[in-house]
């Protein structure tokens, strides 16, 4: 992902009822990607009970973006399993076109690893 996603920082694997991080990949080593990863847990949570206002308790969100002025946050659920994906990248060096084809890419690959982990 780090080599794919242009503008990429940092990502994370994460719990999405304790927003622990489950595994982690970080290209600036600085950058404390568990951090930003279990407050994203408030957004998945908020963007459920947006859903539940509405009548759609069915719905599930299919991604949740944030915007700053120097970063992007995404938090994509992991199909049917606890884990959501969690990705920080730079807004100056990101290009939404390509974030989006390689998100359909890994969320299939990220959905049967998360599956199996969580089997083990």
Excluded: C
């Excluded at 390509?98 to 890994?106: D, E, G, I, N, T």
Aim: glycine share 4%; hydrophobic share 40%.
């Amino acid at each position: 992902m780090a080599t794919e996603f242009p503008g990429y920082i940092a990502g994370a694997i994460v719990d999405k009822h304790e927003g622990l991080t489950i595994v982690e990949s970080r290209v600036d080593e600085e950058y404390e990607i568990s951090i930003t990863a279990a407050y994203s847990v408030e957004l998945v949570r908020s963007q459920k009970r947006a859903l539940e206002s509405l009548g759609a308790e069915d719905e599930e969100p299919i991604e949740i973006f944030s915007f700053t002025r120097n970063y992007i946050f995404i938090s994509k659920p992991l199909g049917d399993t606890p884990f959501y994906l969690h990705l920080v990248l730079r807004r100056s060096k990101a290009v939404l076109g390509l974030v989006f084809a390689f998100l359909k890419k890994y969320d299939r690959l990220l959905t049967e690893a998360a599956r199996e982990w969580q089997e083990s």
